[in-house]
């Protein structure tokens, strides 16, 4: 019998597939540049942020990075650990995900606003200041750490309240190898209760980062999918005026 379906234009659909951009997605992380400057919240504390172990491997070639939480985390056989004993750079480490609110982010050599480009209704790119709900991804390692060790030292300090109490400004200094981090608290003070209002729940962050870090599943077990009609309730109530995106 011969099928009717042409492999090679299977092959190039999946070869375009795979090399095309990710589908636009709204953002789930805050990334830094030099001279960024963020202004933001702790959504969760320390205690409350998520915890994955994660595979992690640059690459130069983009088809050979790795960037997805452990499957076990799903409770799935896992393909990066499979692959482990062959390429140790590919064993998993410890990251935690704090959901923060940015009021903004300003480029400090600059003085204006950091912005972001997001498709719209329409598949336009528009650019938009960054603000509204992200995640901060933190490990004990790296650069990032010191952020971490700020946190941790500052939930220590008797005299603070919870670091879902405070703002706090997060800027980067220097690039590559002579990049730091600096974190500076504010004043405690109230949430404001629109924020408070785009707060995801655990499941919904959860979620978020499961679909922006996709475990690699082996032997095709099936991940629990979304359940729509919760999601939807869910991304109705985050509201607001509708300028900030919803997380
Ligand atoms: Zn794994």
Request: proline share 6%; aromatic share 8%.
């Amino acid at each position: 019998m011969t099928t009717t379906v042409n492999p090679l234009e299977l092959i190039d659909a999946e070869l375009s597939k795979a090399s095309a951009p990710r589908v636009s997605k709204r953002p789930v992380f805050l990334f830094f540049k030099e001279n960024h400057k963020a202004l933001i919240r702790p959504l969760a504390t320390l205690q409350q942020c998520l915890v994955f172990q994660k595979h992690n491997r640059f690459d130069q070639e983009p088809e050979r990075r790795v960037n997805a939480i452990c499957a076990a985390e799903v409770g799935a056989a896992c393909v990066h650990c499979a692959a482990m004993a062959q390429e140790k750079k590919l064993a998993p480490s410890m990251y935690f995900y704090l959901p923060i609110y940015v009021y903004g982010v300003v480029d400090q050599k600059t003085g204006e606003k950091v912005c972001y480009k997001e498709k719209n209704e329409v598949g336009e790119e528009v650019e938009k200041p960054l603000q509204g709900v992200r995640v901060l991804e933190l490990t004990s390692f790296g650069t990032i750490g010191a952020v971490l060790k700020f946190f941790r030292e500052f939930m220590k300090d008797g005299e603070n309240a919870a670091i879902t109490e405070h703002d706090f400004s997060i800027t980067q200094l220097g690039t590559g190898q002579g990049k730091t981090f600096v974190v500076m608290p504010k004043i405690a003070r109230p949430l404001d209760s629109k924020i408070q209002q785009m707060t995801p729940t655990a499941e919904r962050l959860r979620e978020r980062l499961l679909e922006a870090l996709p475990p690699a599943v082996a032997e095709g077990i099936p991940l629990a999918r979304d359940k729509g009609g919760e999601q939807a309730t869910q991304a109705k109530q985050g509201a607001g005026d509708g300028s900030i995106p919803e997380f």
